[in-house]
C-alpha cells in the first residue's frame, strides 16, 4: 500500500478507496486508513490519500494536511477538497 500512495503525484489526491482500489484489495478501504493513520515514514505522502468525495478524512493533525495539500496547489475548503474531480489520481 505505501508503494501505491508514493506514486500519487504532487498535486493530486487519491481516495482510501482508490488506494485499495490499485492494490487488488476494493473493501479494504479501512485497513488503508489505518495504515495510513500509523505510517511516519516522511516518504510517505499520506496527505494525499483522502476521504470519498475529497472530505480530508482524518490524520493525526488536520492543520498539517490542510497546508501540505495547498503547498501543492490544492484548493481545500474547510472539510473537502474543492474541485475533487479535477485533482483525483487515477492511474491508467
Not at 490499485?22 to 483522502?50: D, E, F, K, Q
Request: charged share 25%.
Amino acid at each position: 500500500m505505501l508503494t501505491l500512495v508514493r506514486r500519487i503525484p504532487r498535486g493530486r489526491v487519491a481516495t482510501y478507496g482508490d488506494v485499495a482500489e490499485l492494490a487488488g484489495r476494493p473493501r479494504a478501504w479501512r485497513a488503508v486508513g489505518t495504515i495510513m493513520s500509523n505510517c511516519r515514514s516522511p516518504t510517505v505522502p499520506c496527505h494525499r490519500v483522502v476521504g470519498a468525495g475529497g472530505r480530508l478524512g482524518g490524520y493525526s493533525e488536520p492543520w498539517r494536511k490542510r497546508q501540505l495539500l495547498r503547498e501543492e496547489g490544492i484548493v481545500v475548503g474547510r472539510r473537502a477538497i474543492r474541485q475533487f474531480s479535477q485533482v483525483r489520481w487515477t492511474p491508467r
